[in-house]
T-cell receptor, first 117, second 115 residues
Framework: KQEVTQIPAALSVPEGENLVLNCSFT??????LQWFRQDPGKGLTSLLL?????REQTSGRLNASLDKSSGRSTLYIAASQPGDSATYLC????????????????FGAGTQVVVTP | NAGVTQTPKFRILKIGQSMTLQCAQD?????MYWYRQDPGMGLKLIYY???????DKGEVPNGYNVSRSTTEDFPLRLELAAPSQTSVYFC??????????????FGSGTQLSVL
């Protein structure tokens, strides 16, 4: 059974520092991995999606890496800003098997980030 | 486009009461999903739908029912509310299934307390 873990559960950094968020998963047979941002009282917003054949994805100040062999993904946020304060969740989809009609997302519990001015 | 709209945002129920959480999307998405998020936990899938008239159970379907009579709407029904159903509920949608590397779009959630 796939287990997705995000450590630490909470993180506080001063503005301008780079953020490094970790996601680990137990089954390396994944289809893709996604990173989401969740703001208080709001839904999740998709940030980056890394296909299993890819090593990383970048969008602006965000860079996500994927190492399937070690079961890890890292989300880097460069030059953090107070507006980056949110909870960040990762989720994986397992490789397709014959009984699947669609890919179920398996979520981690998230890392709550606070960026202080 | 409004995206995915959920109502209500907050609700308090007494044990044994029933209610329907509404979800609507205006993006012509085929796939729709209901998740619940408990404190300190990841999201768990309750039910999903791959199109109008087609629904199926997720990981934690007990105590819930769904219907999908139109492409736009995917209501979640709680028949006999229990304290264990206290949670934040999220509706999401995507045009194709997740094996097409498509992103999910989420609503802003419904915070439900059962007392």
């Amino acid at each position: 059974k796939q287990e997705v873990t995000q450590i630490p559960a909470a993180l506080s950094v001063p503005e301008g520092e780079n953020l490094v968020l970790n996601c680990s998963f137990t089954d390396s047979a994944i289809y893709n991995l996604q990173w989401f941002r969740q703001d208080p009282g709001k839904g999740l917003t998709s940030l980056l999606l890394i296909q299993s054949s890819q090593r990383e994805q970048t969008s602006g100040r965000l860079n996500a890496s994927l190492d399937k062999s070690s079961g890890r993904s890292t989300l880097y946020i460069a030059a953090s800003q107070p507006g980056d304060s949110a909870t960040y969740l990762c989720a994986v989809i397992r490789l397709f098997v014959g009984t699947d009609s669609w890919g179920k997302l398996q979520f981690g519990a998230g890392t709550q980030v606070v960026v202080t001015p | 486009n409004a995206g995915v709209t959920q109502t209500p945002k907050f609700r308090i129920l007494k044990i044994g009461q029933s209610m329907t959480l509404q979800c609507a999307q205006d993006m012509n998405h085929n796939y729709m999903y209901w998740y619940r998020q408990d404190p300190g936990m990841g999201l768990k899938l309750i039910y999903y739908s791959v199109g109008a008239g087609i629904t199926d159970k997720g990981e934690v379907p007990n105590g819930y029912n769904v219907s999908r009579s139109t492409t736009e709407d995917f209501p979640l029904r709680l028949e006999l509310a229990a304290p264990s159903q206290t949670s934040v509920y999220f509706c999401a949608s995507s045009y194709r299934g997740t094996y097409h590397n498509e992103k999910l779009f989420f609503g802003s959630g419904t915070q439900l307390s059962v007392l």
